[in-house]
């Protein structure tokens, strides 16, 4: 069967269910975050700062494979992730990902259906969506490679950004209280059309929660 990447690229709000919202519940709010405690020592400041509401777009910097759950983790909304569409062509992976609410994107040539999405995930009763502006993981110390593709879609979809500071994720642990993740939570960062400014702004945030200095030009 060839592999049709569409069909994980545009989602609708119907499937922004309380089924995929109740599996991201038990695998990251219970099983997830009682791996990050136990072994990682688990520590999140800021909660106060995270809107009641779902006008808003989760973004924080990347260190590796286990902040989107974290994110999902902490976050009192379901959380959608935007996912490179790589993940999705093994079929495990692309199950998992589908349940866990995430969505694929082509990121040479990204799709309207990814904009159409997006729009989705601010109509439904709760859901956000969540995305991390490096694109990729980097090496803690240094925020790099910053998109503007997550403010375009603040500005398309008239959200604020809540900007997420990761620190530690990057050592793999497996012996309990041997790790140390810390996740700062700071101040919503409101709607602007000015997208050059949201980067600014996201940026100078992120590096006041994680104690990393910007190296690099914005991309895209």
Not at 128 to 146: D, M
Not at 178 to 196: L, Q, R
Request: proline share 6%.
């Amino acid at each position: 069967m060839v592999f049709d990447i569409k069909k994980y690229t545009r989602r609708t709000e119907k499937q922004f269910n309380r089924f995929r919202a109740f599996w991201q519940f038990v695998v990251c709010k219970i099983i997830y975050m009682i791996w990050y405690k136990l072994v990682y020592r688990l520590e999140v400041h800021g909660k106060e700062n995270i809107p009641k509401d779902n006008n808003y777009i989760a973004c924080g910097n990347h260190l590796s494979a286990l902040d989107p759950p974290l994110i999902c983790a902490v976050l009192p909304n379901p959380a959608s992730f935007i996912a490179k569409k790589e993940l999705f062509e093994k079929p495990f992976m692309r199950w998992w990902m589908d349940w866990l609410g995430a969505f694929a994107v082509n990121r040479d040539k990204p799709e309207p259906s990814t904009i159409k999405t997006a729009l989705s995930i601010k109509n439904t009763r709760n859901w956000v969506l969540a995305l991390f502006p490096q694109g990729t993981r980097e090496e803690p110390g240094s925020i790099k490679n910053v998109s503007r593709g997550f403010a375009n879609f603040a500005r398309i979809s008239k959200c604020g950004i809540l900007p997420i500071g990761i620190t530690s994720t990057q050592t793999k642990k497996k012996i309990p209280f041997t790790g140390k993740i810390v996740v700062n939570i700071g101040e919503v960062i409101p709607y602007s059309d000015n997208v050059d400014e949201v980067v600014e702004s996201w940026i100078k945030s992120v590096e006041a929660l994680t104690g990393f200095k910007y190296e690099g030009s914005i991309n895209g």
